[in-house]
């Protein structure tokens, strides 16, 4: 075997493709939630370990951790891809929502990796951020928030420790996985009781949609992942896709110009969609 790696979110999407990719050589603990996925893990080859997490139970974290740090004593790489979106309009999202936005989509990762850094040492830490981590989403703020946050801890997490373990965010903007239909299930009340917004609501719903056929090819991102693994000195961002450039430039612009832009735009694919 060569390597030994960690990776959150595997049971579908990037996290899967991953497992799949780096399992044939590699010895491979992977992450899931749906107890029903186990079986799958477990087909794709014999050096997969599955193991179970759920970032919205805090709880389980520190188990998961602990079944790792018994079964080996050295990390190569840890690839944080599990997450979630939390969308609707920011006044009727209930702040128990958003908290779950950040457990997933941060605090779990930061758990895993401060769990896991002494194994991690000379190692990797692959976070899959997001295009949203340039803040200019409306209507899926807690998600952007939480994206944004995930890239400055782990930032501070590179620029502080000890261990010589190198930090990466990969960076893609819409790609093609379950993720879509996943939060527009998990988002049902707030996209379908925000009166007010209801046709802002029926455009996000049709846009996940959308997404989720003609979004990235998954195997775009699972590449620049691999590319950033591979590296003795990756790079600090990996941005994926057309989208997720034209996002990190429109970004430099000035806020009250991003804000003007923005509702113009959502008002006219409204517009278009009706």
Request: aromatic fraction near 8%.
């Amino acid at each position: 075997m060569n390597r030994v790696y960690v990776i959150t979110g595997a049971t579908s999407g990037i996290g899967k493709a991953l497992v799949k990719e780096l399992a044939t050589d590699n010895i491979v603990y992977a992450g899931y939630r749906s107890e029903n996925k186990v079986s799958e893990l477990s087909l794709i080859s014999e050096n997969v370990k599955p193991f179970y997490v759920d970032y919205a139970k805090p709880e389980t974290v520190s188990e998961a951790i602990n079944f790792i740090k018994i079964s080996c004593n050295k990390i190569d790489c840890l690839i944080n891809v599990a997450g979630c979106v939390v969308a609707g309009p920011i006044e009727k999202i209930p702040v128990s929502e958003i908290r779950r936005q950040f457990d997933v989509n941060v605090f779990g990762h930061l758990e895993m990796a401060q769990g896991l850094a002494e194994i991690l040492e000379n190692g990797k830490i692959i976070n899959v951020s997001s295009m949203a981590s340039y803040g200019v989403f409306p209507y899926i703020s807690p998600y952007c928030a939480s994206k944004r946050c995930l890239d400055m801890f782990f930032n501070s997490f590179l620029n502080e420790n000890k261990r010589n373990i190198k930090v990466v965010s990969i960076k893609p903007g819409v790609i093609s996985t379950p993720l879509w239909d996943k939060s527009v299930k998990e988002n049902a009340g707030s996209l379908t009781d925000s009166e007010g917004y209801e046709k802002e609501m029926e455009f996000m719903i049709a846009n996940a949609k959308r997404n989720e056929e003609k979004g990235l090819s998954v195997d775009e991102v699972v590449k620049t992942i691999l590319i950033a693994d591979n590296a003795d000195n990756p790079k600090l961002t990996y941005t994926v896709g057309k989208d997720a450039f034209s996002a990190r430039i429109f970004s430099k612009l000035p806020q009250i110009l991003i804000n003007k832009l923005i509702k113009l735009g959502l008002k006219i694919r409204i517009n278009k969609q009706n």
